[in-house]
Nanobody, 124 residues
Framework: QVQLVEAGGGLVQAGGSLRLSCAASGRTFSNYAMGWFRQAPGKEREFVAAISWNGGSTNYADSAKGRATISRDNAKSTLYLQMNSLKPDDTAVYYC?????????????????WGQGTQVTVSS
């Protein structure tokens, strides 16, 4: 089992920035590809960004490209998502997830473990 706990969400004005973190415990963090997803009210969960086991490869949704940076610190078993130039459309609950795969995984169904989520609200 892998336990994931997100932090860093909150209320921010449009154009602002947030840095989300996801602390992992339970298994060797570097054995897992990691990802960020989000779910807005009334919408399905959608992919935001993913990173390979060693951070060597990353992938972003079109909506996040140029504004978000996913990173990981395997020594600290922590995943990060830096988000800049935030828009009201970015308002959602953000989830981190772990996949038993060392390569990038962008499909939510392939993730094995999920955190409880952290709320991000962007005001206009």
């Amino acid at each position: 089992q892998v336990q994931l706990v997100e932090a860093g969400g909150g209320l921010v004005q449009a154009g602002g920035s947030l840095r989300l973190s996801c602390a992992a415990s339970g298994r060797t963090f570097s054995n897992y590809a990691m990802g960020w997803f989000r779910q807005a009210p009334g919408k399905e969960r959608e992919f935001v960004a993913a990173i390979s086991w060693n951070g060597g490869s990353t992938n972003y949704a079109d909506s996040a490209k140029g504004r978000a940076t996913i990173s990981r610190d395997n020594a600290k078993s922590t995943l990060y998502l830096q988000m800049n130039s935030l828009k009201p459309d970015d308002t959602a609950v953000y989830y981190c997830a772990a996949a038993r795969n060392i390569r990038i995984v962008t499909t939510s169904a392939r993730y094995n473990y999920w955190g409880q989520g952290t709320q991000v609200t962007v005001s206009s």
